[in-house]
């Protein structure tokens, strides 16, 4: 796979990073309850909302309620880029439900 770097705002030299055809990055396999709460796949672009627990089943979680589109999932969580806001979070992907 080919090579780039690229200049910063600042002109400032970027790290070289390898390109490839998106083919080549597979992403990790995700679930999150749907509206009847039964489990199913989470594809990266799908619609999420933040579920009212953390993990461990006891604690509020403190996004509960936020909205957002997955734009990547990795060691078990998911980045967020939660709609209507100017931001991004990382969330366990057993918190998440299907919007």
């Not at 705002?9 to 970027?14: K, P, Q």
């Not at 996004?63 to 100017?86: L, Q, S």
């Amino acid at each position: 796979m080919p090579e780039t770097s690229r200049r910063s705002a600042s002109g400032v030299f970027l790290p070289a990073v390898q390109l490839g055809p998106p083919s080549a990055v597979q992403p990790e396999a995700a679930e999150a309850n749907d509206s009847s709460g039964r489990r199913r796949p989470v594809e990266i672009r799908e619609m999420v909302r933040v579920g009212p627990l953390k993990p461990d089943g006891v604690s509020p979680h403190p996004h509960a309620g936020t909205v957002g589109r997955v734009m990547d999932i990795f060691n078990g969580h998911a980045h967020v880029v939660v709609t209507g806001g100017n931001y991004g979070i990382c969330v366990s992907v057993s918190c998440l439900e299907v919007a």
